[in-house]
């Protein structure tokens, strides 16, 4: 079983930046996606951003716009998420996910393939 795994995650304080990586060289046919989710203590992990292959098109999360960016390198071996002026509330477990085939449903809930989490603490 295809087994992903993120790295990246860290402490740091509110307004500075983290960026996440996750190898995902399994997942590069056309109509594959790949995403990534957080977890806050008490709630249930939601997704943050998608990125579908088939024509790059990237959604996100309200919470996240204009701060967060996911992308992969050329080769779309390695899925990065880009977290820019980082708030408390961003706190949580950060997960990346993968599909082999997916159709555009804007945010994507669900996956096939997962991570196992990685922690991003950020402090006032």
């Known amino acids: 079983q295809v087994q992903l795994r993120e790295s990246g995650g860290g402490s740091v304080q509110a307004g500075e930046s983290l960026r996440l990586s996750c190898p995902v060289s399994?997942?590069?046919?056309?109509?594959?996606?790949v995403g990534w989710f957080r977890q806050v203590p008490g709630k249930e992990r939601e997704p943050v951003a998608t990125?579908?292959?088939?024509?790059?098109?990237?959604v996100y999360a309200d919470s996240v716009k204009e701060r967060f960016s996911i992308s992969q390198d050329d080769a779309k071996s390695t899925l990065y998420l880009q977290m820019n002026s980082l708030k408390t509330e961003d706190t949580g477990i950060y997960y990346c996910?993968?599909?082999?085939?997916?159709?555009?449903?804007?945010?994507?809930?669900?996956?096939?393939?997962w991570g196992r989490g990685t922690q991003v603490t950020v402090s006032a």
């Open positions: 996910a993968a599909d082999t085939y997916c159709t555009n449903v804007g945010l994507k809930d669900d996956f096939g393939f």
């Open positions: 990125l579908y292959h088939e024509g790059g098109v990237t």
């Open positions: 399994g997942f590069t046919y056309p109509r594959s996606c």
